[in-house]
Each structure stands twice: as C-alpha cells, then as structure tokens.
C-alpha cells in the first residue's frame, strides 16, 4: 500500500471519527448510562483513532521521531483501554482513563511532532497542545470537586466542568478535522 493510500485511509478515518463523536456527543445519556449505540460509536471512534494516529505519525516520523513516536505509542495504549472499557460497566473506568490519555498526552504530542514537521501549519500544532491543556483542566476541576463530568459534587461547578470539556472537545474535532483534511490533501500531491 502505497503512503498517499495510508494518507488518504487516515484521513477518511479521521472524517468518520469527527462524525461519530459528534454524534456520541449528542446522544450520550447525561445520567452515564451506556447504551448500545454508545458502545457501537464508541468502538468506531476508537478503531478510527488507531489508523489516525498511525498515519498522523507516518507523516511525521522523519522530521519528528521522538514526538511522534511517543504520540502513537501513547495514542495506540490510550485506545486499547478506550476500547477495553466499552465492554461492561466494571470496566468503564479503564476506558474513561484510556480516553484521557489519549486526548490529553497524544494529541499534544503530535501537536509537538507538527511543530517541527514541515508543510504542517503551526496552528494545527497549537490546538493539539491546546487540546491536551483543555483536557487537563476539565480533569483537574472535575478532581477538585470530587465527583464526575456527569454528577459534580457541588452543583456550583458545574459551568467550570461543562466550560472546560466543551472546550476539550471541540479542540479535539477542530484537531481530527483538520488532520483529517492534512491527511487528505498529502494524498493527492
């Protein structure tokens, strides 16, 4: 298989992960009830995430091995337990873990690996390390209160919990998307 046909897979698989996780975002149960449709675009986010981080780390493995390696490494592991977790509700945890690495560690990482990657634009670079910024304080206000994103122990906190995670999210579509669109248009030069 040829690179601009791993690019452009990646860069397809990047267009489905957007769309799922929009259409996660909008039909997840607030309470956290998991439904089979939840586990079903759960799986398809994850299973498109994989071929993304391997192709985002493709395109920047020669001017960037460290970062991108690190990134796919951390990307691969963070989707495993992702995927993991979808499988009943004791493992639910393990999967909310492996979302947090994932969206937290690998995707600054490629923010790095894209700042030193050539042909990559530099704000493409910045919201993945914004990205992985959003993510660590939407955990750390979420630790502050001691409950979850879903059922915060103090009512009072939950505009800073929703403020923080939509921000995390949307840098986390504005990335995929715009890797996705890199993705694609590497395939066709």
């Known amino acids: 298989m040829s690179t601009k046909s791993i690019y452009r897979l990646g860069g397809n698989c990047g267009?489905?992960?957007v769309v799922t996780t929009l259409a996660l975002f909008?039909?997840?149960?607030p309470s956290g009830n998991r439904s089979l449709l939840t586990h079903i675009l759960s799986w398809i986010i994850g299973a498109g995430s994989l071929v993304l981080f391997y192709t985002a780390y493709l395109r920047c493995r020669e001017s960037a091995p460290l970062f991108s390696l690190l990134g796919l490494i951390v990307g691969i592991?963070?989707?495993?337990?992702f995927l993991f977790g979808t499988f009943s509700p004791s493992?639910?945890?393990i999967g909310d873990f492996g979302e947090n690495?994932?969206?937290m560690l690998a995707v600054p990482l490629f923010g790095i690996a894209y700042f030193q990657t050539q042909g990559l634009s530099r704000i493409l670079a910045v919201i993945g390390i914004l990205t992985g910024a959003a993510g660590l304080a939407n955990s750390l206000v979420i630790k502050m209160d001691g409950g979850s994103w879903s059922a915060p122990n103090d009512p009072a906190n939950l505009p800073a919990i929703m403020a923080t995670y939509l921000g995390f999210v949307l840098f986390y579509i504005v990335w995929i998307a715009w890797t996705s669109a890199h993705l694609l248009k590497s395939s066709k030069q």
């Open 77 to 81: 592991g963070g989707n495993v337990l």
């Open 91 to 93: 493992f639910y945890r």
């Open 26 to 29: 909008f039909t997840t149960d």
């Open 101 to 103: 690495i994932v969206l």
């Open 15 to 17: 267009i489905v992960v």
